[in-house]
């Protein structure tokens, strides 16, 4: 219980954190670094007790890299996804429950954007916070929020920049995605956490794979 409580909190202060950074007013152009910042410092809070996942993406590529017992997965990814909502709810009150309107994103370029960056964000955590060669080191959580911070400097304003699953639902709550397209955000995070799992067991073989 205590991990699925950690995966809550911190994933509710990476959405909490976005909903107040993105909603005017806002941090305008430096929005990113307070969202890789919040994701940077939740991993840091957190990572000893659960991993720190804070994304049903990350979850999958720590399942299928071996980190994770299956027993944990649904827990860690209800956690997540209740994080979220509730993070989503409290950021709109905090901000008067203003009335957005999400625009529309393409559909195949912010496929792609969400995959690429999913897939950098769970490459880094895979291998800086599973991997034998880097056991111990102290750089895993701003390793994790900068990857965050990077991708949504370099593909945010194609796809919105979720990376996340969690995310995306509770974006599409405070009306920063729009609801009949967070099926892109969903599709291409789980599809992006798999490939990078995929990707770091082919170049890692070595590497124990045991939970």
């Not at 307070?34 to 049903?56: C, D, E, K, Q, R």
Request: aromatic share 10%.
């Amino acid at each position: 219980m205590k991990k699925y409580l950690v995966e809550f909190i911190g994933t509710f202060f990476l959405v909490f954190t976005i909903g107040s950074v993105v909603i005017d007013p806002g941090a305008g152009p430096l929005a990113p670094v307070a969202i890789g910042s919040a994701l940077m410092v939740m991993v840091y809070a957190g990572g000893h007790i659960s991993g720190g996942h804070y994304n049903p993406a990350v979850t999958l590529g720590v399942w299928l890299r071996g980190k994770c017992p299956s027993a944990d997965v649904p827990g860690y990814m209800a956690a997540q996804v209740v994080g979220a909502v509730v993070a989503a709810v409290v950021a709109l009150s905090l901000k008067g429950n203003p009335n957005l309107t999400a625009k529309l994103v393409p559909t195949i370029p912010s496929l792609i954007a969400e995959f690429l960056g999913t897939f950098a964000l769970v490459w880094v955590v895979l291998n800086v916070a599973t991997a034998k060669g880097t056991s111990g080191n102290s750089n895993y959580g701003l390793a994790i929020g900068f990857t965050v911070l990077t991708m949504a400097f370099a593909v945010g304003g194609i796809s919105g920049g979720a990376f996340n699953p969690a995310v995306a639902i509770g974006a599409t709550m405070m009306h920063l995605i729009n609801g009949s397209q967070v099926w892109i955000h969903l599709v291409a995070d789980f599809a992006g956490g798999a490939a990078a799992a995929l990707a770091y067991k082919a170049l890692s073989p070595a590497d124990d794979v045991a939970a």
